[in-house]
């Protein structure tokens, strides 16, 4: 769309009265001195004059900033030059001036805007190189010592076996990464259905039971019962969430700890899904880049735990194809909360 420059003749009028003025004083002066004073003809020509000035210097003006806005235009070659040929460009340099400084800030923000992108994709380049060399070394190393020959039967079992879990782990890591790409690009279609969300936690907490009996970690809810309580979303996608937050809570989290899942009325149509432990917690630095892909907020120790660096970014993702919000408060040293929005379902009719 053009950029649209509002008409001025107040230069040209102004100018062209002042001319007009001494021109009119330069004839009474002359007819006094050598004819006499006609006051219809002073008029006539203050008038004629006026005219022709106005239009002589409102002409030259409008050609003068034209070349000058016409120069500005090919020199920023982003603006459209063919929107001055058919648009009157004349006095109104405000308007021009307002136009380029909205240029110039809007190009001032676009270029801030690419470096933070370069930033991030370098850094997400190097995360994934550096993820994938992780196992596909580790494969490399077991495979090229199975090559060169073992003997020992134990021995070969043990090594395929970690050749195996470092497959395991490229596969889950593409397989991440290509559900992100789907929920980005909305390839991945949700299955919308109502369900029970305490009877999906209560699932999970099954799963994970024997995990958390290592480090000791009771898996709660906040209230000794829970009735049921139906939601609306895609089954499926939703567990993968409650699973994953679970799931790093009992990774993160402290021996003889605890996970405390608590479920909430946020609004009329809306519930607040809250899982609290009282782990290790998050310094404040790392919140705010805590979904993003690969993230870590320390390297060397989640490497150790393991996992594709994904989960929480999936989440993320999951949540916001749902129109939905997730939230995190943590407290380094005390413990973290993960929350998130879903909508309220009336609970089915049995039939």
Do not use: C, W
């Amino acid at each position: 769309m053009g950029v649209k420059y509002r008409k001025s003749y107040k230069f040209a009028i102004k100018s062209a009265a002042v001319i007009a003025l001494f021109s009119v004083l330069l004839i009474i002066g002359l007819q006094y001195l050598f004819f006499q004073i006609n006051i219809l003809f002073t008029v006539t020509f203050a008038l004629l004059f006026f005219a022709f000035s106005f239009f002589v210097l409102q002409y030259r003006v409008e050609h003068f900033i034209y070349k000058r806005i016409q120069k500005i235009y090919k020199e920023v070659s982003v603006l459209d030059e063919s929107v001055l040929r058919s648009q009157p460009v004349t006095t109104d340099m405000q308007t021009l001036m307002y136009e380029v400084n909205k240029f110039a800030t809007n190009k001032k923000i676009e270029i801030e805007s690419l470096k933070v992108q370069e930033e991030y994709r370098r850094e997400f380049i190097g995360n994934v190189a550096h993820e994938l060399k992780t196992p596909l070394f580790t494969v490399q190393g077991y495979v090229s010592t199975l090559l060169d020959g073992v003997k020992d039967k134990e021995i070969r079992k043990k090594y395929l076996e970690r050749a195996d879990k470092g497959i395991e782990r490229l596969i889950d890591i593409v397989n991440d990464l290509d559900m992100i790409t789907k929920l980005e690009t909305n390839e991945l279609k949700l299955n919308f259905q109502t369900f029970d969300i305490i009877e999906l936690f209560q699932n999970v907490f099954d799963l994970l039971e024997m995990k958390a009996d290592k480090k000791d970690i009771t898996l709660m809810f906040d209230k000794d019962h829970y009735r049921s309580i139906y939601v609306r979303g895609d089954r499926e996608k939703i567990n993968q969430v409650i699973l994953n937050l679970v799931d790093n809570s009992i990774k993160y989290g402290r021996e003889n700890g605890t996970t405390e899942v608590s479920i909430e009325s946020l609004t009329d149509k809306k519930l607040l899904v809250r899982i609290t432990d009282n782990g290790y917690g998050i310094e404040k630095k790392h919140i705010p880049r805590l979904f993003e892909r690969f993230y870590r907020t320390d390297s060397s120790r989640s490497r150790d735990i393991g996992g594709s660096g994904l989960g929480l970014s999936i989440v993320k993702h999951i949540i916001e194809a749902h129109n939905e919000h997730i939230y995190v408060e943590s407290q380094f040293g005390v413990g973290s909360e993960f929350s998130f929005s879903i909508e309220k379902a009336p609970q089915p009719v049995k039939k």
